[in-house]
């Protein structure tokens, strides 16, 4: 018979019977919703449905994304959290968390039932803080709803009890090794999953969009002796594309390969057709400084003033993404300063936020480098030689690399 030992041996009734009492108390217990969360940016407090879980409180995930201007999906055992144009995955029955933010664990794990992920309520903070960049916090409820003890008036919840004088109370009970030697039938295929099972999706790959600046029409810088920035930048771009597109998973795509003009919006455009994960924006102007090797390395902060009124009126969920993706900007330009200095054995160029057209429009990890400055002549000599170009190309290649890495 399916669930019972195959070697012959019925276990004892006090062996089901205790059995049976640890699935009851092992069963997650359904409450109103006890716990209240407030949302960063959302005016009116949550209250999502709550359960216990091995004698924890767990709140449902999904009304606190939908909440926040996402949602939650499920996929076999895994389930993702979308919000905006950011994903955290999360398997059921895990504490692993992995997001372009970086991987971390929660507390307790993740519980699935009736088609719905629950989080423990401890962990809903420091999730939506690691993963999204958004304060999510729980309101204290002093006079939470309290579960009433069971009682014999109601003999559908009196606690269960345990008839020592049945049949098998004379039965001797099983030892430990006894136990360990049980053989138990293979549970049925049949039995429902956490989610709908589905093929894994192929691995999308890395996909990382260089920007060579200008181009066409549009010169950019010009040297003294009449090299332009947007040849240079060019021929760096295409040096760091050979770096990278033999490296497995990664995928590597320009937003011109040749001499021709692309506007800003169409940069952007390809960005988002491509699915890129990062964006690489190469220059060689140094903001028309007047230093000839004034490398630095900049990503999108706009200031108050500096930001359109959809913005500044946006909604929680997009001024977490816009933080998200400053601060993930931030630090690929720190890996990269910090190849680019181990390239050159210069100090690491400056890294620095500030309002950028380009990088404004976009919603990922995005930074644009100014390699020297070609309107001085050691400027333009330097970017001209062969060897600067390869050790530039290098230094970015694997500066992105290391980023993808984190």
């Given at each position: 018979m399916q669930g019972y030992p195959t070697h012959g041996r019925?276990?004892?009734?006090?062996?089901?019977?205790a059995a049976v009492l640890a699935l009851a108390l092992a069963a997650p217990v359904w409450t109103a919703s006890a716990t209240t969360f407030n949302i960063e940016g959302v005016s009116q407090p949550v209250s999502p449905p709550t359960a216990t879980f091995d004698g924890r409180e767990y709140?449902?995930?999904?009304?606190?994304?939908?909440?926040?201007?996402?949602?939650?999906?499920?996929?076999?055992f895994q389930a993702t959290v979308r919000i905006g144009d950011n994903t955290a995955r999360l398997r059921t029955g895990d504490t692993e968390v992995t997001s372009p933010r970086g991987w971390f664990t929660l507390r307790r794990k993740l519980e699935v039932q009736g088609g719905r992920a629950y989080i423990a309520v401890e962990d809903v903070a420091p999730f939506f803080r690691r993963a999204f960049a958004m304060d999510v916090r729980a309101v204290d409820h002093a006079a939470a709803i309290q579960a009433e003890a069971p009682t014999d008036a109601d003999p559908e919840l009196a606690p269960l009890r345990v008839d020592e004088t049945g049949p098998g109370a004379d039965e001797p009970e099983l030892h430990e090794q006894e136990l360990r030697d049980l053989e138990f039938d293979e549970p049925s295929p049949d039995l429902p999953r956490l989610f709908e099972e589905r093929p894994p999706e192929p691995e999308r790959p890395f996909t990382i969009v260089l920007d060579p600046g200008h181009g066409g029409s549009d010169y950019g810088g010009v040297g003294p002796s009449g090299l332009s920035e947007k040849e240079a930048v060019l021929a760096v771009a295409h040096e760091v594309r050979a770096r990278?597109?033999?490296?497995?998973?990664?995928?590597v795509v320009l937003t011109r390969d040749d001499d021709h003009s692309v506007s800003t919006g169409e940069r952007q455009r390809?960005?988002?057709r491509e699915n890129a994960n990062l964006v690489i924006s190469i220059h060689a102007g140094a903001l028309n400084s007047s230093q000839a090797r004034g490398h630095a390395v900049y990503y999108h902060q706009a200031d108050g003033a500096g930001q359109s009124e959809p913005v500044r009126r946006g909604s929680a969920a997009l001024r977490a993404q816009q933080r998200t993706q400053a601060a993930q900007s931030q630090i690929l330009g720190e890996t990269i300063a910090g190849a680019l200095a181990n390239a050159t054995g210069e100090a690491a160029p400056e890294v620095r936020g500030l309002p950028c057209r380009l990088l404004a429009g976009l919603t990922i990890p995005s930074v644009l480098i100014e390699l020297g400055n070609i309107n001085s002549a050691e400027g333009e000599a330097?970017?001209?030689?062969?060897?600067?170009?390869?050790?530039?190309?290098?230094?970015?290649?694997a500066g992105a690399e290391d980023f993808r890495g984190q």
């Open positions: 019925r276990p004892p009734l006090k062996l089901l019977t709140v449902a995930l999904g009304p606190l994304a939908a909440a926040a201007g996402g949602d939650v999906t499920g996929r076999g990278l597109e033999d490296t497995p998973g990664v995928r390809i960005a988002q330097m970017l001209g030689a062969e060897d600067f170009r390869a050790e530039a190309a290098s230094a970015i290649a």
